[in-house]
Every structure is written in structure tokens, then in C-alpha cells.
């Protein structure tokens, strides 16, 4: 937070941006974390483990991208 010269405080990043990128940021990572995990169940022949952790990544990757276009909206009109 930088204070003007009038006490009033400015944000670099609303929390709400901050939020937003905090969140795809901690997806992104369990996305790319997922390709560890199958290729670990694929290692011990377990197909259920791999389909479960393939589900998953998807369902993060789907995540994602709809918090991206919250996101891009939240930067463009500073809210939904």
C-alpha cells in the first residue's frame, strides 16, 4: 500500500485481484503437480489412482480457467 502525500492510502492490487491471482496461482501449481501424481500411480499399475488424479487435474484446469475470466473481468471493471 504506498500513502499520497494527502493520508489517502493507494493499492497496487486491489484485494479482490489479489485474490483472484493468489487463487489460479495455487490451481495452477495443483495442475502441475497432477502430472506427478499419475505418473507416480502409473509407476505402481494402479489405473483407478490414475483416473481419480486425471479427473482431478481436470477439474482444477476447469477451475482455472473460470477464475481467469473472473479475473479479467475483475481487472477491467475493478468488480463482477
Not at 23 to 52: F, G, M, R, W
Amino acid at each position: 500500500m504506498v500513502t499520497t502525500g494527502n493520508g489517502q492510502s493507494q493499492q497496487a492490487i486491489s484485494n479482490l485481484e489479489y485474490d483472484f491471482v493468489t487463487v489460479l496461482h495455487n490451481k495452477a501449481e495443483a495442475v502441475k503437480a497432477y502430472d506427478t501424481y499419475i505418473k507416480d500411480a502409473q509407476e505402481a499399475n494402479s489405473q483407478p489412482c490414475v483416473e481419480l488424479f486425471q479427473k482431478l487435474r481436470q477439474s482444477d484446469m476447469e477451475q482455472a480457467q473460470e477464475i481467469r475470466r473472473h479475473l479479467q473481468k475483475v481487472l477491467q471493471h475493478g468488480k463482477m
